[in-house]
């Protein structure tokens, strides 16, 4: 029987090349339980696709093996902390038998489990009729899928726990399940807790980006102090589900409410239906609360059962792509970049139509920096994708032969060489019958033993009445506009070609405020050039507990993830752009705020 009364888990990666030193540091702790590594994102799926098809022993995180384990896997033997990740990729096994080869290495006795059971390329290469579940577009051929994983759940990782593992090892899971499996294996937690479910996956998600929940990636980043030591997350779990946020002592970051928000708004949807294999999450009564010094104290998340489905991330070949990026400075820079732009496609535009060759199947050209017909400096991206690898070809030789007919002022760095046509591997999703997959546990290079899994149905079990919308804002007949920055944090990320932008008021008081600034017809407005003109692809959520709001961008990152030819591919600026837009507040509230701070 299962008596802890609470476990400290450790967040020591939150994406495939994460900083080394993340490891060593939180053994600096004196309580740890466990260490988890996220390393899948679904650019990540991709890449490591491409270097399965190279390699059929690759397509994991070496980087587990040999930056992360290799040089403390003696201090986490002799302290007993056991260690999750889904470094494997979409090649697990070949992860396990780098991890075991290492440990016979140093002479170590650790078990090492081996989750497989996510590929589910077989089973879409049977059905028929297919379609990506957030743009509705029929799925590719089989043939041309390089990758098929189904989200596993947090249950066959704590099975592996529970049958004396060490050291367990995951293909494509949620990556909040490396810490849920943790809390499950060492409470005793059910299939049908879901309120203690919901409680450790989200933990498991402020965690499983690293430092983003200590100060990194956050919007008063100087709070954060020097980055260069800046700590990494630990989540002290209680047995009934309160999560304690702090960083190990001597290292600088800051641990508050703002930076907790930011990570728990960070690549959601609705927050009141945040759907995972193991529990469906409700965020929006969520409280952070300052309870010591770089420590917060998370409650009131609820949770209700899961689907009867996985979600399935598929990435195929689409194409080829190259682009190249220009600084141009002096007088009326940017219409000068245009202009070098525009020529650049007319010239590779001439050599194709010589060659009977289809057209570009699309053009991204970006132009960055200083607008005014003045003097002023600018960046200029340009970039194209064809199905055919020697037209991306013509369209680099066109633009090198440029190089002495450009308007003045133009310059290229070219560390590495000149670019070449790369593979354009497009992510897809969709949903599978959890019937359909059969998660394997092993302890060896076999196939392993399938797990049984209680499945759920979606229920509307502990389902919570929350207003839709913060109380009106004030009217007052003396306002002022301000920015967005001097009344809030924000943060934003990607999830396909959806954008996400958490936005945190920084009292509650300014919420109303806020949200009456912050309509889908505003946001649209501001973000026209991502959302291509649509004015219909903002959807706005509210959560009260922490005086948030949640706004989802559909279709705005051109494709999303390596598909995508844009500059911010994965919309990891769109917070930052958020931020400068302006909110009406009564003078009284302004004369409260430091707006010298944010001019």
């Not at 959601?268 to 965020?283: H, K, N, R, S």
């Not at 409280?287 to 009867?308: C, F, I, M, Y």
């Amino acid at each position: 029987m299962n008596t802890a009364k609470s476990i400290t888990i450790g967040g020591a990666s939150g994406y495939w090349g994460e900083a080394s030193h993340a490891t060593a540091q939180l053994l600096r702790t004196e309580q740890l339980d466990f260490l988890v590594y996220d390393y899948l994102a679904e650019i990540t799926m991709s890449i490591m696709a491409r270097a399965r098809v190279k390699d059929p022993q690759a397509g994991f995180a070496a980087d587990f093996v040999s930056a992360a384990l290799a040089p403390n896997l003696k201090a986490i033997a002799e302290r007993g902390i056991k260690v999750i990740s889904n470094a494997g990729g979409v090649n697990p096994k070949a992860c396990s038998d780098a991890v075991r080869a290492l440990l016979s290495k140093h002479g170590l006795n650790l078990r090492v489990a081996t989750i497989t059971g996510d590929d589910v390329l077989g089973e879409l290469a049977e059905a028929t009729e297919t379609v990506d579940m957030f743009c509705g577009a029929p799925f590719p051929p089989a043939e041309s899928l390089l990758s098929a994983n189904a989200y596993l759940g947090a249950f066959p990782i704590a099975k592996a726990l529970d049958e004396g593992a060490d050291i367990v090892i995951t293909g494509r899971c949620v990556d909040s399940a490396v810490a849920l499996a943790a809390c499950i294996h060492s409470f005793g937690w059910q299939v049908d807790d879901f309120d203690r479910l919901a409680a450790g996956s989200l933990a498991g998600h402020l965690i499983e980006c690293g430092p983003q929940a200590t100060g990194g990636n956050f919007t008063d980043w100087r709070d954060a102090g020097p980055l260069a030591d800046i700590g990494y997350p630990l989540a002290t779990i209680e047995s009934e589900g309160t999560c304690i946020l702090s960083k190990p002592p001597e290292t600088t970051g800051t641990v508050t409410p703002l930076t907790v928000g930011e990570q728990m708004l960070y690549e959601i949807g609705d927050p009141a239906a945040y759907a995972l294999p193991d529990v469906a999450c409700d965020f929006r009564d969520v409280t952070l609360e300052q309870s010591g010094d770089n420590e917060v104290t998370v409650r009131g998340v609820r949770g209700r059962a899961p689907s009867a489905q996985y979600k399935v991330s598929a990435t195929a070949m689409d194409g080829y792509r190259a682009g190249q990026t220009f600084l141009i400075n002096g007088f009326d820079a940017r219409s000068r970049a245009e202009s070098l732009a525009q020529a650049i496609i007319d010239r590779a535009r001439a050599r194709l139509r010589a060659v009977n060759a289809a057209d570009f199947t699309e053009i991204s050209t970006e132009v960055f920096g200083s607008y005014e017909r003045g003097y002023g400096e600018v960046m200029l991206k340009l970039a194209v994708r064809h199905d055919d690898a020697s037209a991306v070809g013509i369209f680099l030789k066109e633009m090198a032969g440029m190089g002495l007919a450009t308007p003045a002022g133009m310059s290229i760095f070219t560390a590495g060489g000149r670019p070449k046509p790369s593979p354009v591997v497009r992510l897809w999703s969709c949903l599978i019958d959890k019937e359909k997959v059969t998660p394997r546990l092993s302890f060896d290079d076999g196939d392993g033993a399938a797990v049984q899994l209680a499945l759920s149905v979606e229920s509307e079990t502990h389902a919570i009445e929350t207003v839709d919308q913060p109380e009106p804002a004030e009217p007052s007949s003396d306002m002022i506009g301000v920015p967005l920055i001097a009344l809030a944090v924000a943060r934003s990320g990607d999830k396909g070609d959806k954008a996400n932008i958490g936005v945190m008021a920084r009292d509650a008081k300014y919420l109303p405020y806020i949200w009456q600034a912050l309509s889908p017809e505003a946001v649209s407005a501001h973000f026209a050039l991502e959302l291509e003109g649509a004015q219909d692809r903002v959807e706005r959520f509210y959560l009260p507990g922490s005086h948030a709001i949640n706004l989802l961008l559909d279709r705005a990152l051109g494709g999303g993830g390596i598909a995508s030819l844009r500059q911010d591919a994965q919309g990891k600026g769109f917070g930052q752009k958020a931020l400068a837009m302006p909110v009406s507040i009564p003078v009284r509230l302004a004369q409260e705020l430091d707006l010298e701070r944010f001019a």
